[in-house]
Antibody, heavy 119, light 107 residues
Framework: EVQLVESGGGLAQPGRSLRLSCTAS????????MNWVRQAPGKGLEWLGF??????????DYAASVKGRFTISRDDSNSIAYLQMNSLKDEDTAVYYC??????????WGQGTLVAVSS | DIQMTQSPSSLSASVGDTVTITCRAS??????LNWYQHKPGKAPKLLIS???TLQSGVPSRFSGTGSGTDFTLTISNLHPEDFATYYC?????????FGGGTKVEIK
């Protein structure tokens, strides 16, 4: 089955770090860029960043709101994308989703993992 | 960065109605515009890519038009399962900004 499954969410204290994983199955992971987006309570979807496939250089781009704090990486051998979140803030509380693809579309998304930042 | 503005932010409609959602880009994005449906606790679902290409398995009552800076998503003959929040997103060059969303509620 073609799917994405996010994991690693939970409760974290402000200032701490958390790493989310996005495990892919059913398709050739290395062929695709991988995105991360989030939805804070009562808010809309916010694009956080993406990492290109190795064929496109394997580099990442980020939203200005998280650049310097969040890092996206990938492990093609295990079909996993990561979102490393550092210096967490209360406003990072959200459901985090990973998505497959970039140009021209992101056509597959996971069901999300909840991150709650609170002291 | 290019900003994406959706309107309205919410609307109420009845089963069988036709609704139109608008997305405006602050600069031209050609046809690099995708539409998603999102329901609480579910994965976002891609409906339309490159402004007007209906994704496989998406009902034909969904349609998209536009290019440049102005885009529309039209849902004809609303079904009960269409009540959700809809987002536009620019594609191609990062940042891949989403619009603010349009919540379609039952009247």
């Amino acid at each position: 089955e073609v799917q994405l499954v996010e994991s690693g969410g939970g409760l974290a204290q402000p200032g701490r770090s958390l790493r989310l994983s996005c495990t892919a199955s059913g398709f050739t992971f290395s062929d695709y860029a991988m995105n991360w987006v989030r939805q804070a309570p009562g808010k809309g979807l916010e694009w956080l960043g993406f990492i290109r496939s190795k064929n496109y250089g394997g580099t990442a781009d980020y939203a200005a709101s998280v650049k310097g704090r969040f890092t996206i990486s990938r492990d093609d051998s295990n079909s996993i994308a990561y979102l490393q979140m550092n210096s967490l803030k209360d406003e990072d509380t959200a459901v985090y989703y990973c998505g497959r693809g970039w140009r021209p579309r992101s056509d597959l998304w996971g069901q999300g993992t909840l991150v709650a930042v609170s002291s | 960065d290019i900003q994406m503005t959706q309107s309205p932010s919410s609307l109420s409609a009845s089963v069988g109605d036709t609704v139109t959602i608008t997305c405006r880009a602050s600069q031209s994005i050609s046809t690099y515009l995708n539409w998603y449906q999102h329901k609480p606790g579910k994965a976002p679902k891609l409906l339309i890519s490159v402004a007007s290409t209906l994704q496989s398995g998406v009902p034909s009552r969904f349609s998209g038009t536009g290019s440049g800076t102005d885009f529309t998503l039209t849902i004809s003959n609303l079904h009960p399962e269409d009540f959700a929040t809809y987002y536009c997103q620019k594609s191609y060059s990062p940042p891949l900004t989403f619009g603010g969303g349009t919540k379609v509620e039952i009247k």
